[in-house]
């Protein structure tokens, strides 16, 4: 019991002794740490679940990622600011500089190409004519980017079209499930869907007996 003790005290102490730690106190003149970017969807048309969604999944495409955090706090940062200068043959200080992480700074983060790189995941959505805005908030040498993301018009599927070969006995199989086909109009353009729409009709023909096609040789072409 009294073991058992020592170590929940001894588990207590590391946390409080990591958490007194600053992850910012290795940090140079005029560094900041990247702690967080967020993305907030401005719009009167979509509701606010499906604003949050989108939003979740704008904010897994940013790049880089913040350091590494467990329940808020960035251990990894802490092990790597606690080794300090590796130099030298001190076994623990590299050994935490092993599982440790370097600090991601405000300046490893290109803000254009993420404002572009939302662009286009808003265009997967069916969003071919958003605006993506972004500014910095910089207090305590953290910083955090909030990405403003207007989607705008999204495009629907206005017709779907099988342009094949129906003298073929291919063209025929092809055909005869189109009825199957995710592609539904009215439903709003997404990319994932067709996508899934080249693997439905691919796993169909593999079923067939066309072992050897592939979702590949399906090109799907979307004229607005």
């Given at each position: 019991m009294q073991t058992k003790l020592k170590y929940i005290v001894g588990i207590v102490?590391?946390?409080?002794f990591i958490a007194s730690c600053s992850s910012t106190k290795n940090l140079k003149e005029g560094e900041s740490l990247y702690v967080k970017g967020n993305v907030i969807?401005?719009?009167?048309?979509?509701?606010k679940e499906n604003k949050e969604k989108i939003?979740?999944?704008l904010e897994a495409a940013l790049m880089p990622k913040p350091n590494k955090r467990l329940a808020g706090v960035p251990f990894k940062l802490y092990f790597n600011n606690m080794a300090g200068d590796s130099a030298g043959n001190n076994i623990i200080k590299k050994f935490l500089k092993k599982i440790g992480?370097?600090?991601v700074l405000l300046s490893d983060v290109n803000r254009e190409y993420n404002e572009n790189l939302l662009r286009n995941?808003?265009?997967?959505?069916?969003?071919?004519n958003a605006e993506v805005k972004s500014d910095t908030?910089?207090?305590?040498?953290?910083a955090t980017i909030n990405y403003t993301a207007k989607p705008n018009l999204i495009y629907r599927i206005r017709s779907v079209q099988f342009d094949?070969?129906?003298?073929?006995?291919?063209?025929?199989?092809i055909r005869s499930s189109s009825d199957k086909s995710l592609l539904q109009v009215g439903k709003n353009y997404?990319?994932?869907?067709?996508?899934?729409?080249?693997?439905?009709?691919?796993?169909?023909?593999?079923n067939r007996g066309y072992y050897y096609f592939s979702p590949d040789y399906i090109l799907v072409q979307v004229d607005s």
């Open positions: 102490s590391c946390a409080a969807v401005d719009s009167d048309t979509i509701s939003a979740t999944h992480e370097e600090p995941r808003l265009e997967n959505f069916g969003f071919f908030l910089v207090e305590d040498k953290k094949i070969d129906s003298t073929t006995q291919l063209g025929k199989d997404s990319l994932d869907v067709i996508l899934n729409e080249r693997d439905r009709i691919d796993n169909d023909l593999k």
